[in-house]
């Protein structure tokens, strides 16, 4: 495989991390892109790449990993970093499943963004993250040892970062790649049921604590959680409720000769950092 150049976006979180690793060992000339480059101490190259603003690099490259901060919904930002780039610069899209036809999620407005520019790309669309246990709810389950979310009996294709982190890099550097590739399992579970699962593995003890919308807000607000938060929180889990999609198995097996990770099995390689937040939960 001919060496190529790379540049990964958000190399510092759960997917950015999995894909350097994924890449690692495979000859490439690998650029992480950073607000701050100082603050890096991995072994590859940084340079300073803000997508809030728009700006990054000069330097050309092969493939791009394009992350969206979690509190940009703009996509204008993307224009203007994208239009100092080649159009055969190949743009691997960290999207989300649904973005095909959802149309008002950020997501879809920054797909629409590269399409209509012109670049080669690829859009990874992942179903409901299993480090969302650990990231964006670990603050309530470290407090309550509970998970506190509008989303009723809806289920979740879980996914882990590792899988994700595999398929794009499998994108950024295969010959040829189709515009999309679905990184999910094809079984839907809801949180009691995940919570069950992630419970026998780790030996935790969370619980689900299903709110209403009105219900939901007012936990999160006396929780001092922003307004911004909660929108996230209901666009992810309440918005689905209303046009529910049966789960579709993904490319994973397809592209990495294996099955996906389960979340049994995320739990098991995760027991030390669930179990942390267990001990920290005050009983409820």
């Known amino acids: 495989m001919t060496p190529r150049r790379l540049l990964v976006t958000g190399a510092t979180g759960n997917v950015g991390r999995e894909v350097l690793r994924a890449l690692g060992g495979g000859g490439h000339d690998v650029t992480v892109g950073l607000r701050d480059p100082a603050r890096w101490h991995g072994a590859e190259p940084a340079v300073a790449l803000d997508l809030a603003t728009g700006r990054g690099p000069d330097a050309a490259f092969d493939a791009i990993f394009l992350m969206r901060p979690p509190a940009l919904a703009d996509p204008a930002p993307f224009r203007r970093f994208l239009s100092t780039h080649a159009r055969d610069t190949r743009i691997v899209f960290l999207s989300v499943a649904g973005a095909e036809t959802k149309s008002y ?94 419970n026998g593995a780790a030996g935790t003890g969370f619980r689900y604590a299903p709110k209403s919308v009105a219900g939901f807000v007012a936990h999160a607000r006396r929780q001092g959680q922003p307004w911004s938060y909660i929108a996230v929180m209901l666009l992810l889990h309440t918005l689905p409720r209303l046009r529910p999609e049966a789960p579709r198995p993904g490319d994973v097996e397809r592209i990495l000769g294996r099955a996906p990770e389960t979340l049994s099995d995320w739990a098991a390689r995760n027991a030390d950092a669930l179990r942390a937040l267990m001990a920290d939960a005050a009983p409820t």
């Open 105 to 198: 999620l950020p997501h879809a407005k920054i797909e629409a963004v590269i399409r209509e520019a012109g670049f080669a790309h690829c859009f990874v669309r992942p179903g409901y993250f299993m480090e969302n246990l650990t990231t964006t709810l670990a603050d309530e389950l470290a407090r309550t040892g509970r998970v506190v979310l509008p989303a009723g009996k809806l289920g979740f294709d879980w996914i882990s970062a590792r899988d994700v982190g595999a398929m794009a890099a499998w994108a950024m550097t295969a010959g040829t790649v189709p515009e999309a590739l679905r990184v999910t399992t094809g079984h839907a579970m809801d949180f009691a049921a995940a919570l069950d699962a992630v």
